[in-house]
């Protein structure tokens, strides 16, 4: 018995060392030396030393197998592609690409998923990917970039179905600081007035605003209304929050206040 156990357990070390999909989970979570990376890397028969990206596909569901199947279909190992999985939520698609600036190619790839899933599965998924690497050990690298992506993205870029890491902008600032310092700035700039009770009309009417460069004939067309009602909303929201957005001071601060709100709400929802 002690001799079968001692057989199975070797037989189960052999597979590993010579299994793809274990090679690349290890990898993406750190769990490789260099040197174990390079020799198992070869034994494999896997490039070294290629441009590759890491997308991060999250699906509605856990577990979605049918979505898991069909980028597995997309992306075969014979294109160098991998595609595996080291949690319930999301699925990761190691793309190997043509050049280390082929950020055009990897923004495609993953609208190529989005589309596909949402029109073949009737799925509604979100990708994200990392910067583009092209050793085989900075995979990790890229994977991690990838799931902070996902994660600023739920929070402060939640109409996009794709988010780079490498277009994160300030949100991936915010995502960075500590929650003391974000509550901090939120009482100083409002005191006890917090920005997180704005109605619809109102943060539709700021966020048009600012996506108009602070133009009030421009913004008041696309709103359908008044140059006067536009004006009148302004002031209104001027006396609530103290700030008014038609001075670029104002209006920058009025956005980070309402991303730094958005990033402490999500934390309120996570578990600890």
Excluded: W
């Amino acid at each position: 018995k002690i001799a079968v156990s001692q057989l199975q357990n070797l037989i189960i070390a052999y597979k590993e060392r010579f299994d793809k999909n274990n090679f690349f989970q290890n990898l993406i979570l750190d769990n490789l030396l260099l040197v174990d990376i390079y020799n198992r890397a070869k034994k494999l028969r896997i490039d070294i030393q290629v441009p590759r990206v890491v997308c991060l596909v999250e699906t509605k569901y856990d577990k979605d197998n049918g979505a898991l199947e069909m980028l597995k279909s997309l992306f075969s190992p014979q294109s160098g592609d991998f595609v595996t999985a080291v949690d319930e939520k999301n699925i990761i698609i190691i793309k190997q690409l043509e050049t280390l600036e082929s950020h055009e190619q990897a923004e495609e790839v993953c609208h190529t998923i989005v589309d596909m899933i949402n029109s073949e599965a009737m799925i509604k998924v979100k990708v994200a990917y990392g910067n583009i690497v092209e050793e085989l050990k900075d995979v990790s690298k890229s994977y991690k970039e990838a799931k902070m992506a996902l994660d600023v993205g739920k929070i402060f870029y939640a109409d996009k179905d794709v988010v780079s890491y490498g277009t994160l902008g300030i949100g991936r600032l915010i995502y960075q600081l500590p929650v003391n310092l974000c509550q901090m700035f939120i009482e100083e700039i409002f005191g006890q007035q917090m920005p997180d009770n704005l109605d619809e009309e109102t943060l539709t009417t700021v966020n048009t605003f600012m996506e108009n460069n602070l133009n009030v004939s421009e913004t008041a067309r696309k709103l359908f209304v008044h140059r006067n009602t536009l004006l009148y909303r302004l002031e209104k929201l001027q006396k609530s929050t103290g700030l008014d957005i038609r001075v670029f001071d104002d209006a920058l601060t009025l956005k980070i206040a309402l991303m730094v709100v958005n990033y402490l709400r999500y934390l309120d929802t996570q578990e600890y």
